[in-house]
């Protein structure tokens, strides 16, 4: 399999099936990271035919961070890191991959391995509309956002690598927008509802 498709199909593993929108720079700074217990531990996404598990666990390195692993309803996982972050009164999770396909570890290992020097592992946004008594996720959508900045091209700085939008903006810039937003369903599409295991 192609690595930067193995790359792309694990966080769209994670985001429920859709392609999420990837940036270069994250959506935090170390002023608004916020760490919250109830996070931690397994949940589990009943909907629909589909049986997946996101599970939250509290890291020291990176500081304040959490390690995600998801497995989807074929028992395959990914692993990636996650920032908790609060901006006015809203959470989002910062997600980018904790582990790469081309590992030692990894069953995917690349043949070459001088590819690799050519990856970054790319940030994707989620908000969150509450943690308990279930967490409450709104994923990013590709297809969606695409809609949003053909209406408005300079909503956010971005550009596009083959088909997919990278969106460039620095952190303040992508604070501002998800902030201005946050309710805009091109941004952040339908809840997702994940329940404690």
């Not at 790359?7 to 760490?35: N, Q, R, W």
């Not at 497995?71 to 790469?100: Q, R, Y």
């Amino acid at each position: 399999m192609n690595i930067k498709k193995l790359l792309f199909y694990m966080l769209a593993v994670i985001l429920g099936g859709c392609v999420p929108v990837i940036s270069l720079h994250p959506l935090y700074t170390e002023k608004d990271i916020v760490v919250d217990k109830k996070l931690c531990g397994t949940w589990i996404d009943n909907s629909g035919d589909t049986k997946t598990t996101w599970e939250f666990e509290r890291i020291d390195e990176p500081k304040n961070a959490y390690k995600l692993i998801f497995t989807d309803e074929d028992g395959k996982k990914g692993s990636f890191v996650a920032h908790l972050l609060k901006l006015k009164d809203m959470l989002f999770l910062d997600i980018f991959p904790g582990e790469l396909p081309w590992e030692p570890e990894d069953p995917n290992k690349m043949d070459w391995p001088y590819n690799s020097l050519f990856l970054i592992p790319a940030h994707t946004f989620v908000k969150i509309d509450s943690i308990e008594p279930r967490l409450k996720l709104r994923l990013t959508s590709e297809s969606k956002m695409e809609e949003l900045l053909k209406e408005n091209p300079s909503a956010v700085e971005h550009t596009s690598i083959g088909e997919r939008i990278v969106l460039t903006a620095s952190t303040k810039k992508l604070q501002a927008f998800v902030l201005k937003y946050a309710e805009d369903e091109r941004v952040f599409t339908g809840e997702v509802t994940l329940s404690r295991k």
